[in-house]
Each structure stands twice: as C-alpha cells, then as structure tokens.
C-alpha cells in the first residue's frame, strides 16, 4: 500500500527528501549549510547582486486536483520562480520549498513533486538548500522561494522601457490560457493530456536563458515575464514605466494550436493571445535600432521565436491596439485578479 | 463598512502594502530594487555568509482563530524566522512574505498583519522587499522567507555539540504550549487574553539579539531555537551532533506562571518544560569551562534568564533525565509532529 505523510509522520518525511535531493540535487561549494538547520547558509559571490522571488501554487486555484501529475507540479511551480529570475537577467542559484500538505498525502507524491523541482534546477547548477513542511487542512499548497544572481548593473527591471522603444514578444501566448480552458471543458482530463495547449498549461517552459542572454547583451530597456498574461503584464510594463504602447494586431503572433480550437462566444483569436495566461514568455522593450540584434541574441541560443509587436508612445495615450483595418481601440490590460469576481476561476 | 479583499482586488491590496511597507518600513541602499518587479535585488555585504530560513503559519494549526489579532500573528509569524536567523549567529536583512488569503479577508486586517511584520523588523534594520498574495479557498496561510547574514566563520550549527559541553537554555521552556492549553480550555478566549503564559504563545519574543551576541563571542559550540520543544530540540541537537545529553531535573528552569497552572492528568511540571511548546528560547552548548563567559555575554545584552540544565554525554547514551532522587531515565525526544496523529491537536 502507497504510504501517507500520516503513516511516516513530519520527519520521517523530511528524512526521505533530504536523502533525495542529496542524491539527485546539485552540491555546490558556495552552500556553508544545506537543509537541516534552523537556517541554510551560503556565500555570495563578489560583483553579483542578489535577487529573491517567491511564489506560490494553491490546489484548485493554480492547478487543479487530478489533472497534472505530482512530477508535473514540482515542474511547474519551480519555472515560474525561473521565470521570474530569468526576467530580471539573474542565474537561479538556490531554492527553499515551503509545502502545506495534508495528511492523506501520498509521501511518493510529494518525492515525485520534489524530483520535478530538482529536474528544472540542475540544469543552471542550482540547489534546494531549506524549506518547510506544514500540515494543511483543505488545500495543498506549494510556496518556492528562489535566490538567484545576476551581474552588477546588469539586472533589467519592468520600469525602464522609454517612448520609441520596440515591444517584442517570445513565443505565442495565450496557449497556456487555453489549455487550462481545455481542461476544464473535459470532464476526465485524460484524452487531453497530451494536447499542445494543454502542455502548454501543465508542462510551462521559461525564458530565463534568453532573459539572461538580453540582460547581458545590454540591448535592451526593459523586461518582464508573463504570468498575468500578455496584456497584463505589458500593462505593468507602462505602469511602472510610465509609457504607453501601441500595439499591432497584424503582428501579434499566433500559435498554430490556438488557431485550431472553437472560439469562445464573442471571443476573437486576439482575445487569447492577449488575455490572462500564465505562459511564462517574456516582454522585451529595445531602442528600434537594436531589434536585429535582439534578435540575433536570441537566435543563436534559442529556437524560440521573438515577434516585433508594437511601440512605446507616450503614457497619456495608453495602451492602444491598431486593428487589420487601421482603426485604433484603447486596452485596458487587466491581469489575474485572484480576488476579483470577474477574473476566470479554475 | 470594512472593506474586504474582494472588494478592492489582489492589485489594490498590493499597492496599499506597498504604500504602508514604504512608509513604516525601513530603507536600506543595499537594496537595489524593492517590491514591484518580477524579482527583489540587493547587494550583498562582503565579508558576510547569508542565512535563508522560512516558515509557515496555517489558521487552526498554527494560530487560533479569533484568539490573536492580526497584528500579534505577524509579529509572531516574523518572531518565528527572526528566531531561526538568531539561533544562527546571524542578523536579519530582508523578508519575503506569502499570504494565501480569502476573499473575505478585511484589509484591515492585513494591513495590521504587515504593520506586526514590521514592527518586528525595524528594530533590525531590515526590510520587506518582496511576497506574494494568493487566494486560498480555505485557510489562511503566512509563509515568511527570512534572508540575514553573519561574519563569514562565525555562523553556529546545531551538529557542533561536543562530549564533555554543559547544555544551557534561556527563558521558560513550555509557556508557549501552556498559554495554547488556556485558549483551547476557554471557550470564549477573551478573559485569558492578558495571561502571561497565553502572551507566551501569542506573542513570544525571539533571542536572536542573544543569539548573535553568543555567535560572535565565540564561546558556544552550538545553539539551536526551541520551535518543537525542549525536548524536541535537544533532540536535533543531540541527533545531528551525534552526541547524548544528560539532564539534570532539579535544574530545569520553571516559571513561576507555569507552577501556577492546574496540571493536566498524569503530567508533572517538568513535563510541560519538557513537551512540545515554540518558546523561541535558545538551546546553548559550550565547553565547561566557559558557562560563565557565556552568561557574562548574555546579561551584559539581556535579563533573559540562562540555565545550565545539563551536560553532553556519548551518544550510546541517548537523553536521560535524572530525577530528583538520582534515578535516571531514559528520554525519548518527540517534537511537534505535525502529520503524526499523537501530537497535541490545537
């Protein structure tokens, strides 16, 4: 019989993920002290800042119950912690998992889930170095901090870009939106697993390699992830710099996948492409005269595609969608409001 | 009427906390960019090694309900990542803070939440830069990363305790889970609000100023927090140093509020100093001949009380407990287990 966190209890618990990331996780010289002690301690290395972020993923509202696998969890929630480091142009360094668990928890789940946390972090060298486990009566919950590094002065911020820079986005968003909607609309998730929309969901990349790659390269003004979808996070972009944009719709780039699904009612392509979606992609503003060599930058590391959107105009005008016929529609971005009633529920 | 969070959305309450952290909080020039991007950065002092802890509170396990104001439970919260940091040697810098909160949360109330979190801080010299606000449909959770730093040498493990070291504990033991016994036993908690032992369990001071003040001195050979009881904590010590512990009983400090309070069935005081309780206290070991270097240091700081209670021992021989007439027994430790059935219930 699969054993529970009740059956082998708190410390016994954390007994088996301490010999698991021992074996499986990265060791590094920098760690004076991994798990195990009231704190973890490392050393940080001269001429890099440090960046911090955190995260968390709650049962039915970040994922749902049954439809992604334990493994699949542990994935997902470390790439959005990358993303974010990614955004900022930093090198994920060390993690600590904080976990709200209940006690029918299955302990091979939560190894499956760690497994999953260390398969995204092993590949930048990185290590988990502490955390927490706590018993949750109703939802699981998984809340990830993630230290990482990055060069001084290197780091990009949100709130950097300027009037006449070019938007550019990575890959095609909205496919992470629409499979959530996919699964939703099936009642045994099954026949959906493999759908690419629904990867897109489930199974997220990042773009912390590229996102370091444009820090360094210094050709950019500014950057951000999305995780509250393109419109959203563009949105943050002119908040916090103070800009607006005007976006092309001919431009916007349009997966193949989403091309194939039944349209919501009174929902175009577009909709989907900009509306709240988790796709961990990146925005990126640039002088105009730097998007070739943006683009180089990314090509010769990345087989993702980076699209030329639109461009930063002054911030009395807003966001503003030129349509196929030329006529201009204002947006208002509105991102994932987890507490806002209209925000689509899971 | 007050407001709650679906009221004024997840964006809304992430502007007032910005707005109160800006005011109230503290600013440092180390930090280089602060909440409100995708990642917090900071630069690191030279010289120093960080220290990372973090740790959860979930309502109903961790707090009750009704019986703390939110102000008290995130000056707790902060007390209990403050405490890790201290039971290090080291200083807090930055905290990240995660909520999973529900709709029907009073902003109020979070905002007093943050204005406890900062009350505990400030005395530092440390910052909020950073968090995460989610939605949970269920319980509240607070979930609080704590970076600090320590001298590069000078951080103290609780795997260090040597054969031969006395074993010393600061405060009362056991006051934390008494005061939770009160509120549990009360049904309308409000006349206990004011009892010492119940202010031990809502709101429990850290000895990380001791804590440091210990590290620095170079006297002690290793240190941990009481966060699973004294008992619990002995244990880890004595587990990950690899040694045994023989305590003397007619030595274990008893609070005078603590001698005060009607015994639960079959349960003798020393029990209760003993037993699962997050006092927060320290537990100190030092080499003999430096007990009274090391409570010079601490008086010179603090009218904390300090207690030598025992002394290391092999560890074939586990943790015994000599009573007063001289017999010894043999102790089992057994801290909060939060998964295992037979742990106190709250």
């Known amino acids: 019989m699969s054993k529970t966190l009740a059956d082998i209890g708190e410390f016994g618990l954390i007994h088996r993920i301490q010999t698991l990331v021992a074996k499986r996780g990265v060791q590094s010289p920098d760690i004076t002290l991994g798990m195990g002690d009231d704190a973890a301690a490392f050393r940080p290395h001269e001429g890099y800042e440090l960046l911090v972020t955190c995260d968390t993923m709650v049962e039915g509202r ?41 006690a029918d928890t299955l302990v091979g789940d939560v190894e499956e889930m760690y497994q999953g946390f260390i398969e995204e972090l092993n590949p930048f060298q990185a290590a988990i170095i502490g955390g927490n486990i706590t018993k949750s009566e109703h939802d ?22 300027r009037e006449g820079d070019a938007v550019l986005v990575t890959g095609y968003p909205g496919q992470a939106a629409a499979g959530l909607q996919l699964l939703l609309n099936a009642k045994g998730h099954e026949p959906f697993q493999d759908h690419p929309l629904v990867n897109a969901y489930n199974r997220p990349d990042h773009r912390a390699k590229e996102g370091r790659a444009m820090a360094l390269s210094g050709y950019i003004t500014s950057m951000i992830d999305i995780s509250d979808g393109f419109l959203g996070d ?33 929902k175009t392509i577009y909709d989907l492409v900009m509306g709240n979606s988790d796709d961990y992609e990146l925005i990126i503003t640039c002088r105009p005269q730097n998007v070739g060599d943006v683009r180089s930058v990314i090509s010769s590391i990345s087989p993702v595609p980076i699209t030329e959107v639109g461009r930063v105009i002054p911030q009395s005008e807003g966001i503003q969608l030129v349509l196929l016929d030329g006529t201009k529609m204002n947006m208002i971005p509105k991102g994932w409001d987890h507490f806002n009633e209209s925000s689509p529920k899971q």
Chains 1, 2 share one sequence.
């Open 140 to 161: 699981l919950f998984v809340d990830i901090t993630l230290i990482g590094e990055v060069e001084r002065g290197a780091l990009v911020r949100r709130s950097t870009a």
């Open 234 to 266: 563009l949105g943050h972009i002119c908040e916090e710099s103070h800009v607006g944009v005007e976006l092309l719709q001919k431009r916007l780039p349009v997966s193949e996948h989403l091309n194939q699904i039944t349209l919501p009612p009174g």
């Open 62 to 102: 970040h994922f749902l119950k049954g439809a992604i696998t334990a493994r699949e969890l542990g994935k997902r929630a470390m790439v959005m912690n990358i993303s974010d480091i990614g955004a900022m142009g930093g090198r994920p360094l060390y993690a600590l998992v904080s976990l709200g668990l209940r």
